[in-house]
């Protein structure tokens, strides 16, 4: 298999040679006093391989493989400098400069191949900035030098052949160009990169068509032969260019809709962390508003029975069977938090019902009194959402007036302001000074976060030998009012 592919690699050249020979001569054998004259079609022919050879130049200058960066380097110099003559020879009129555009074009492109065969020094990354600009520019300067002092130019046609001149550029070109093809086929042939059989194809075909010029007549059927050939080779060109930014697009459309997969992922697993951070929160808050407080009230109960076992029997007996009807509310509210399952407050009548339950399971007989005063309308505008912050928040004041205020009375009040919905609960105890809620624990974090997430206000006032007032207001924009 290797040998055959050798082979075939080896009669390349020489097949396409002959056939181009042969096509050649039996066009003109058929159509010997040929001509056609029409400008419009060379110059769009010409027109279009030189923009096609811009492209290929573009494209090749902005690979960066390392193994083969130097290869396309002087490809594309070599496209560039072919694709700029090409179109000032495009826009030229038949005569000297006509002929002259037509040969650098050729051996711009020949020297630019055969590169490709001779080891190149490595380049300072400053070169690959400027030497593009540099080809560029003199190819614009000799084109336009060629159109506007044609008359300076040696005689590049005598009685309808083309001068020694004229065909010598083209020889060179033509060599360069063979050369080049013989390189690209050995690459190939090492490689199997399809880049180098593609080049060695256009470089083939530029040289069959340099070929056919040199013995062709002006605007006969051999002329116009190799113009075809080589307007067949930009046309490769031109689908190389057009493949492989289809291939750009496809990988950056493939690229995109990965990263628009991986962001909507990263979205998902943020909301999902969000969620659970909000949720773990959430119970945090609940357990230590619900239960830890509902524990807390039992333990003052057994510290009672403890204190009043020895004289007091019967009352710890009694106080023994409230201790462990609460401790089942807790376990109750336990399972039904843990299961979603905790029972709403629908409307008004239910808020205040909470409130009195709240204060019979916390405050034991002989503890602190207090006494609840809840406004009807007020209670009304609260919905159950709100209801539940509510009361957490009653919950954490009054455990922390049982702890520590030592007081005698205390209030808890839900009333109808003008704007707003307010939660007050106070005592008459010892007080503290309130810069030293700078180091709160959970419970006051707690109140203020549950205060933040209902839109609305929290105060604690407190001197002291002044009692505690803990004040919430509910804004009324924030409640759903039921008027």
């Known amino acids: 298999m290797r040998a055959t592919s050798s082979s075939f690699l080896t009669l390349l050249p020489v097949a396409g040679i002959a056939c181009a020979f042969l096509m ?46 130097r290869k396309f380097q002087s490809l594309g110099l070599g496209f560039l400098a072919m694709g700029f003559l090409e179109v000032f020879h495009a826009m030229a009129q038949p005569g000297n400069g006509f002929v002259l555009l037509r040969n650098a074009a050729s051996f711009a492109g020949g020297v630019g191949f055969v590169l490709v065969c001779v080891p190149q020094p490595r380049r300072h990354p400053s070169q690959g900035t400027w030497l593009p600009w540099g080809v560029a520019a003199g190819a614009s300067l000799f084109g336009s030098w060629a159109l506007a002092f044609s008359d300076q130019i040696p005689e590049m046609i005598r009685h309808d052949r083309f001068t020694p001149i004229a065909v010598a550029p083209q020889g060179l070109a033509c060599l360069c160009f063979f050369a080049a093809t013989t390189r690209c086929l050995l690459d190939y042939r090492q490689s199997q990169r399809p880049e180098d059989f593609i080049f060695a194809s256009l470089a083939l075909m530029f040289g069959v068509a340099e070929l056919v010029f040199m013995y062709s007549v002006p605007w006969d059927s051999r002329w116009w032969f190799w113009h075809l050939l080589r307007l067949t080779a930009y046309l490769l060109v031109l689908r190389e260019v057009s493949g492989g930014y289809l291939r750009t697009m496809s990988d950056l459309k493939a690229s995109l809709d990965h990263t628009t997969r991986v962001e909507g992922a990263l979205r998902q697993s943020e909301r999902h962390l969000r969620r659970n951070l909000d949720d773990r929160e959430k119970m945090a808050q609940d357990l230590h508003d619900h239960v830890i407080q509902s524990i807390f009230a039992v333990t003052l109960n057994l510290e009672r029975c403890r204190r009043l076992v020895s004289t007091h029997a019967k009352e710890v007996v009694v106080q023994l069977g409230m201790t462990l009807a609460d401790l089942r509310l807790v376990i109750r509210d336990l399972r039904l938090y843990l299961v979603g399952l905790e029972q709403p407050i629908t409307n008004g009548r239910d808020l205040e019902t909470a409130f009195t339950s709240l204060i019979k399971s916390m405050a034991s007989p002989g ?77 006051l974090k707690n109140m203020g976060a549950r205060a933040k997430r209902l839109n609305g206000r929290l105060e604690v006032l407190s001197e002291p030998g002044q009692g505690t007032r803990v004040r919430f207001d509910l804004p009324q924009e924030s409640s759903h009012a039921s008027d």
Do not use: K, Y
């Open 367 to 443: 503890q602190l009194p207090f006494r609840l005063e809840v406004d009807p309308l007020a209670a009304d505008r609260v919905t159950p959402e709100q209801a539940s912050h509510l009361l957490s928040i009653t919950r954490e004041a009054l455990s922390n007036s049982l702890r520590h205020a030592a007081a005698r009375t205390g209030t808890i009040s839900l009333q109808f302001e003008t704007d707003h919905v307010r939660l007050t609960v106070s005592d008459d105890g010892i007080g503290f000074q309130t810069n030293a809620l700078q180091a709160q624990g959970h419970g």
């Open 24 to 69: 050649s001569e039996l066009l003109h054998a058929q159509w010997p006093d040929w001509r056609l004259h029409q400008m419009p079609l060379h110059s769009t022919m010409e027109a279009i391989g030189g923009i096609a050879s811009i492209a290929m130049a573009i494209v090749l200058l902005q690979r960066r493989d390392e193994s083969t960066s």
